[in-house]
């Protein structure tokens, strides 16, 4: 089995002067976690590799440069859910950390540890207990204004103002920034990850929780029946936590022989008809999904927002790497970026 990789910056809008910025670091991400797998490291270490290439860079909206909450500060979340064993780790609203996905990734890890007592190891840690957990166990640990890029200060300021002197132009800020960043990964032992990272919507409450650190709705991976599914989502963490929709469309996955069929029908009846948005007007999402089965995969997305960049590498693929921003003329409509045999 060949290992494959893909990865997304986020779903949002991207002007097009800046497409090739975006285009250049997906490839980068996707480059970085090849090599882990080429080096025999695991699909968990190769997606955890690729995601914080896409946290270190001061264009996405996780890790370093995220966007910033009311009071002015960087408070992450991220989530990260290997398919081969079905764990699952999640760190919410924490500050200081340079790389949340280390820290999701460690607790996924430690999901197979056993603790004294018969105490069981938590698989979600939020706030200040996240990041002393990650200082004991050495994860990189920053000062809080060492993530704040300006970019993200003059938005902070700009959206601030404008929230408070009830500007229409606050509604700019929708276009300013991508939302949750994640990879999609399956190594040559035909282990499957999912991970999500992300600063969270602009302004938030501080201690807000987004969908990036919960499992099924930022992230989902498993494998059933011969068939291995991972999913990572992007989007209004709330409209995904309410659908649970990353879980929902590997649902939809295992049930059809169809995978473009079964993400547009997820998409349009558990998300866009979700009776748990029916008061929200503009329902925002976007999914990079990895599906493989009998030797054969296919890296699909779809999305509601104005364009979501996606890029994948295959050991297999003579072009190798791809990148690409799709702008869908119907909201949701699931592309497919790439089928190969394995």
């Not at 800020?173 to 499957?192: N, P, S």
């Not at 558990?270 to 976007?286: D, I, M, V, Y």
Request: glycine fraction near 10%; proline fraction near 4%.
């Amino acid at each position: 089995m060949k290992s494959v990789i893909a990865v997304h910056a986020g779903a949002g809008y991207v002007k097009p002067s800046n497409e090739k910025y975006y285009k250049k670091l997906c490839l980068r991400a996707c480059r970085k976690g090849l090599e882990v797998i080429n080096n025999n490291g695991s699909a968990l270490e190769a997606a955890t590799t690729a995601t914080t290439v896409l946290e270190d860079s001061p264009l996405t909206n996780s890790g370093y440069g995220s966007n910033l909450t009311w009071n002015g500060c960087v408070e992450c979340d991220a989530g990260v859910m290997d398919g081969s064993t079905m764990h699952f780790g999640g760190i919410g609203a924490v500050p200081g950390i340079k790389n949340p996905i280390t820290l999701a990734k460690l607790l996924c890890e430690k999901q197979n540890s056993l603790l004294s007592f018969g105490r069981i190891p938590p698989c979600l840690l939020v706030g200040q207990g996240a990041q002393e957990f990650a200082l004991a166990n050495n994860i990189v640990v920053v000062k809080p204004s060492e993530l704040i890029t300006e970019r993200a200060k003059k938005q902070f300021v700009s959206n601030k103002y404008n929230v408070m002197n009830h500007s229409l132009d606050g509604l700019k800020e929708k276009k300013g920034h991508l939302d949750t960043v994640g990879c999609v990964c399956i190594d040559k032992l035909g282990r499957i990850v999912a991970t999500s990272s992300s600063g969270g919507i602009a302004l938030k409450q501080s201690g807000r929780v987004g969908q990036a650190a919960l499992i099924g709705a930022g992230c989902w991976a498993q494998v059933k029946n011969n068939v291995s599914i991972a999913v990572t989502t992007s989007g209004c963490g709330e409209h995904l936590m309410q659908t649970n929709l990353a879980k929902e469309i590997s649902r939809e996955l295992f049930k059809t022989e169809c995978p473009t069929v079964a993400i547009n029908k997820c998409f349009d009846e558990q998300f866009f008809q979700s009776p748990l948005l029916r008061n929200n007007n503009e329902k925002l999402a976007g999914v990079l999904v990895l599906y493989e089965s009998e030797n054969y995969y296919e890296i699909l997305s779809a999305h509601s927002t104005k364009s979501m960049c996606v890029a994948f590498a295959s050991e297999n693929n003579k072009k190798s790497f791809v990148s690409r921003i799709t702008h869908p003329n119907t909201p949701g409509t699931c592309v497919l970026v790439e089928g190969n045999p394995i």
